[in-house]
């Protein structure tokens, strides 16, 4: 091999002469970590070849390819999916909230576990102008920086709470 081709930065030309083209048509292939099937004719013969030299490698077919199974992917739960089951825990543990919702500050609904009659979006609505009147009172008042909004009707009470620097907390809650 006197060319410069891919081949030449493998084999040098003394290796040439070591390797016959019908040799390596003919010897098995080797695959690290396969457990390779011997052929009777290979068997009887073992081989052993000088350090430095090309060991042979043959067709494809003296070998199989192991099956590759794909991993199973793993379910990791959404943002959305995490707020979700919080505010599900939230009401397993406290059975007088009857309802709930994570709201942004601009009024849209992050998660909420709110029954049928109750609108994400109004509720959501609601909450973040609450949240905006009873913020601008409290500094107005000179009672520093909100941290809830309390409400009481004659049916229950509503409780918006600080959730983090961007969020509220809707509960709805029984008497």
Not at 51 to 72: I, K, L
């Amino acid at each position: 091999m006197s060319d410069n081709a891919f081949g030449a930065f493998f084999l040098s030309e003394g290796d040439d002469e070591l390797i016959e083209e019908d040799e390596l048509l003919a010897a098995p292939v080797v695959v690290p970590g396969v457990p390779q099937s011997t052929p009777p004719a290979a068997a009887a013969a073992p081989v052993s070849a000088p350090v430095g030299a090309v060991t042979p490698v043959a067709h494809a077919s003296h070998f199989s390819v192991p099956e590759v199974r794909p991993e199973p992917s793993i379910h990791r739960p959404s943002r959305e999916e995490r707020l979700a089951a919080a505010l599900d825990a939230l009401m397993e543990n406290n059975q007088e909230i009857l309802a709930a919702a994570l709201v942004s500050l601009d009024g849209f609904t992050m998660a909420a576990a709110l029954p049928p009659e109750m609108e994400d979006d109004r509720v959501g609505a609601m909450s973040a102008a609450i949240l905006g009147l009873g913020e601008r009172a409290a500094a107005e008042l000179g009672r520093g920086a909100l941290t809830q909004v309390f409400i009481e009707g004659e049916n229950g009470y509503v409780m918006l709470i600080a959730a983090g620097n961007r969020a509220v907390l809707t509960c709805i809650a029984d008497i």
